[in-house]
């Protein structure tokens, strides 16, 4: 089955819906998500978006916020684009019907979480991107020219160089994307999606981690797939943990926002004691890689399987209205947020590297662009400053939809390329899915031992030997079998652990959210860079 667009987007969250409705006026879009429309990282942030939206705030404020926490490493001109440009974008969400939280005067009632100076997180209580996604949803199922696919998986891009073979690299044209093969996961087809511009809004890869907060749709598709047609990657050594993920055994990976401890709730030991005034002077506010370390700290001194989270010294009342959603979730498993401290870890979050791209969004291939925590876009540097992720995607939408409506028309001018369909090259139906389940639990929990939040030299080695064996297993298994989306997961997971690892080995220093006890300190000589790198090698 061929479908044919003139822009083709590839996820469904913030991303990939607020770009999809931006260039839908001018063109013929085809929307494909892994599984339903709603699905996805976006749905389930809490905390809100970061913009210079109080009276007592200002751009410079928000720009040296984003810079202190990027640790030397977020592009200044990136970083201020993204911040002036964070009014408007809001804006526009609330045009469309986007409802968030009011406080005096009608004004927004403006959250503040660790790293920001002032108050300046918008947020519709603690379910500010299901309220975004939903809005954005709903425009996007109403507009007559974008068509959407649920349940549909990126098997790999389509480019003129790299036309899919079995171990054979076609170069016959311009490095150029042309669309996509993908997954129909209902039926087990891989169709043709053909497009002049494609559009990865993938989301993250915390799935590579055994503990992680994200959606388990995060599997580092995108990022995998840019790679192997040979895009550019960049500072994918930088993942960020949350520090506080609910720890229950219920609990699959339920996040306990930053906006708590925005709120006044305090991080305790299992004795009552308070901790982070030890490690930081804004103690429980600090950024979250030191809250992360702190807790990995106290954790590993007392032996203690988790630490505590306490904001019941607030009225009840309070926190039961700013935030509803962890209110009842809490519930669910006997724990009450007014009554007494709640338990809670640190999980793999955010991914602040990705796929390498410009100021417009575009990518190192022509007619590739990438949005969202999908890309590296210099914003983030070595970490993330909190609630800055749904802004990003708000503005490199906005972006590359920019591009789009520029360069559409003389695109579509050129003659088209034919573009093959998909070739099984005599694959058959696997009997050993028990390989796939295998090789998937190894990962995760290597990553999360030796690729963890404190690294080392010897464990990153020991992560890479590992990663190397299954990298070759899983070559000889995707080539044998018909595709599942077990096993495009399990590829993807397996080139993006990979990444991650020869990073991490790369940079010789502590920086942000990179923290190596064989170099504890920060090189500027040296490091005071990008770790950037593609299938043919470091750039």
């Known amino acids: ?42 749905s389930k942030a809490q905390g809100g978006i970061a913009a210079v939206l109080g009276p007592d705030d200002r751009f410079e404020y928000h720009i040296k916020d984003t810079l202190t926490t990027g640790e030397g490493l977020s592009h200044p001109d990136i970083v201020e684009l993204v911040v002036r440009q964070g009014p408007e974008r809001i804006r526009e969400l609330v045009e469309m019907g986007a409802h968030f939280d009011l406080g005096k005067d009608n004004g927004y009632d403006l959250g503040r979480e660790g790293g920001h100076s002032h108050r300046r997180v918008i947020h519709a209580q603690d379910m500010t991107g299901a309220e975004v996604e939903r809005i954005l949803a709903e425009k ?58 494609t559009l990865l809004a993938t989301g993250g890869v915390g799935k590579v981690y055994l503990y992680t907060s994200n959606p388990d749709i995060a599997t580092g598709d995108g990022i995998a797939m840019a ?43 299992q004795k009552g004691r308070a ?78 590297g990705g796929v390498a791209t410009d100021a417009w969004g575009r990518t190192t291939i022509s007619n590739l662009f990438a949005v969202g925590e999908v890309s590296m876009t210099g914003l983030h540097g070595a970490n993330r400053l909190a609630s800055n992720s749904l802004l990003e995607a708000l503005v490199f939408s906005h972006q590359a939809a920019q591009v789009a409506k520029e360069t559409l028309p003389e695109l579509l001018s050129r003659p088209q390329s034919p573009v093959p369909e998909w070739n099984p090259f005599g694959a058959t139906d696997s009997e050993e899915a028990v390989v796939v389940s295998h090789n998937w639990d190894e990962i995760r ?73 064989d170099y504890p300190h920060q090189d500027d000589e040296n490091f005071h860079q990008d770790t950037l790198m593609s299938a043919e090698g470091w750039h």
């Open 227 to 269: 790679y192997r047609v040979g895009a550019w990657i960049g500072n994918m050594e930088f993942v960020q943990f949350h520090p506080t993920c609910l720890y229950h055994y219920a609990a699959k990976n339920f996040l306990i926002s930053e906006a708590l401890r925005g709120e006044g709730a305090i991080l305790i030991d």
């Open 445 to 517: 929990r290597f990553m999360w031992n030796y690729v963890g939040i404190v690294r080392t030299d010897r464990r990153l080695l020991r992560a890479q030997h590992r990663i190397d064996l299954i990298q070759q297993e899983i070559q000889e298994y995707y080539w044998n079998f018909i595709i599942t989306s077990d096993l495009l997961e399990l590829r993807n997971i397996a080139t993006v652990a990979d990444i991650i690892i020869r990073m991490a080995l790369r940079r010789k220093e502590s920086r942000g959210l990179h923290y190596n006890l």
């Open 1 to 42: 089955m061929e479908y044919t667009s003139d822009i083709l987007v590839i996820g469904s969250g913030l991303a990939g819906l607020g770009y999809a409705l931006k260039v839908a006026d001018f063109a013929r879009v085809n929307l494909i998500t892994k599984k339903g429309l709603t699905e996805t990282s976006t």
């Open 275 to 352: 901790f982070m005034e030890k490690y930081h002077a804004l103690k429980d506010l600090a950024p979250r890689d030191t809250v992360a370390r702190a807790i990995d700290l106290e954790m590993k001194k007392t032996g203690a399987d988790c630490v505590y989270l306490d904001i019941s010294h607030k009225p009840a009342d309070f926190v039961k209205s700013r935030f509803p959603n962890i209110y009842q979730e809490c519930l669910k498993y006997g724990i009450d947020l007014t009554a007494g401290p709640i338990p809670v870890v640190p999980a793999a979050h955010y991914m602040c």
């Open 140 to 197: 996007v199922l109403a507009h007559p020219n974008i068509r959407v696919f649920e349940n549909h998986m990126g098997v790999d891009l389509i480019t003129r160089q790299r036309l899919v073979r079995r171990g054979a690299v076609v170069a016959n044209a311009e490095e150029s994307c042309l669309g996509a093969y993908v997954l129909n996961t209902l039926t087990g087809e891989v169709e043709t999606f053909s497009a002049a511009i």
